[in-house]
């Protein structure tokens, strides 16, 4: 079922649709990854500070399941496996620009605390 039949069927907007898809603690950071240029898991892991392998894993399958990312699989030994953005991948960057932007202007607004801090 298409997400746009999904949505229709369960009455959801398409906002929650997209909030729902990148929510997860890593999948912002790992878009960011990707944009950059690195494509396997243990760049990810090295990029991306206290991210659990197992997390890490399950938010990348999620990923490729909602169509954000492709994962490619070498037959060599020891296997290889990369991550490349898909066209709404892309898109995707393209909001996350937008919103850094919004960032900005809310740290203008407001001096930073402790809590804002952490993000």
Do not use: H
């Amino acid at each position: 079922m298409k997400a746009k039949e999904r949505a229709t069927e369960n009455k959801i907007c398409p906002l929650e649709i997209a909030v729902n898809s990148i929510s997860g603690k890593w999948k912002i950071p790992i878009v960011w990854q990707m944009n950059e240029g690195k494509k396997r898991p243990s760049e990810f892991l090295r990029g991306i500070a206290k991210v659990d392998r197992r997390v890490l894993n399950q938010q990348l399958k999620e990923m490729e399941k909602d169509g954000i990312l492709t994962k490619e699989t070498f037959n060599e030994l020891p296997p290889r496996v990369e991550y490349s953005l898909t066209e709404l991948g892309e898109k995707l960057v393209l909001v996350l620009w937008q919103l850094n932007d919004w960032g900005k202007l809310l740290l203008e607004k407001e001096p930073l605390t402790t809590e804002t801090q952490t993000v």
